[in-house]
T-cell receptor, first 116, second 114 residues
């Protein structure tokens, strides 16, 4: 299996520009998670989907952030307009929704965003 | 809401020394997971503990789940430079309708001095 695939791996943009990050979960996985990682705040859950439906978006910082999952094999995280404080590594992760004994969460390699 | 706390935040050890990181949850957990993130990499699953008081070993790594299922530890014996990275614990949270998410601790960043 190819694993969770994210693009782009690196993005440098200027403040005010729109940024779109993409994720392809592992085939057969029905839950997809978007995390943001910074030195100050660690690994924060932004939003997650179960069977393509957003379940919890309470971690989305503000209206500038939006996420979609139009089908089981693709999700996007969009920031519009971007700000320097959005600079971080954004990880996508997926799993096959387990029972109460949760299984392994598979992470993509991340998208490193720098907003100048 | 559920909080997962880890200490220490940073640990510098001489190669060959032991290392331990501790994880505490504000709520009782059904299970706890540990992940390792190498510098510049992504978190990778190490292990899951399910039973109260469970102890599991992976070569030089020993994982323990507390009796009350609210705390856990990871101990590395005789650290090597390949152990460098950030170690995260994570606990599941039921989001309802049969879906779960993981709450991660802030991690312990391990540096090994050769």
């Amino acid at each position: 299996d190819a694993g969770v695939i994210q693009s782009p791996r690196h993005e440098v943009t200027e403040m005010g520009q729109e940024v779109t990050l993409r994720c392809k979960p592992i085939s057969g996985h029905n839950s997809l998670f978007w995390y943001r990682q910074t030195m100050m705040r660690g690994l924060e859950l932004l939003i997650y989907f179960n069977n393509n439906v957003p379940i919890d978006d309470s971690g989305m910082p503000e209206d500038r952030f939006s996420a979609k999952m139009p089908n089981a094999s693709f999700s996007t995280l969009k920031i519009q307009p971007s700000e320097p404080r959005d600079s971080a590594v954004y990880f996508c992760a997926s799993w096959l929704t387990p029972g109460i004994y949760t299984g392994e969460l598979f992470f993509g390699e991340g998208s490193r965003l720098t907003v100048l | 809401g559920q909080q997962v706390m880890q200490i220490p935040q940073y640990q510098h050890v001489q190669e060959g020394e032991d290392f331990t990181t501790y994880c505490n949850s504000s709520t009782t957990l059904s299970n706890i997971q540990w992940y390792k993130q190498r510098p510049g990499g992504h978190p990778v699953f190490l292990i899951q503990l399910v039973k109260s008081g469970e102890v599991k070993k992976q070569k030089r790594l020993t994982f323990q789940f507390g009796e009350a299922k609210k705390n856990s530890s990871l101990h590395i014996t005789a650290t090597q430079t390949t152990d460098v990275g950030t170690y995260f614990c994570a606990g599941p949270r039921n989001s309802g309708a049969g879906s779960y998410q993981l709450t991660f601790g802030k991690g312990t960043k391990l540096s090994v001095i050769p």
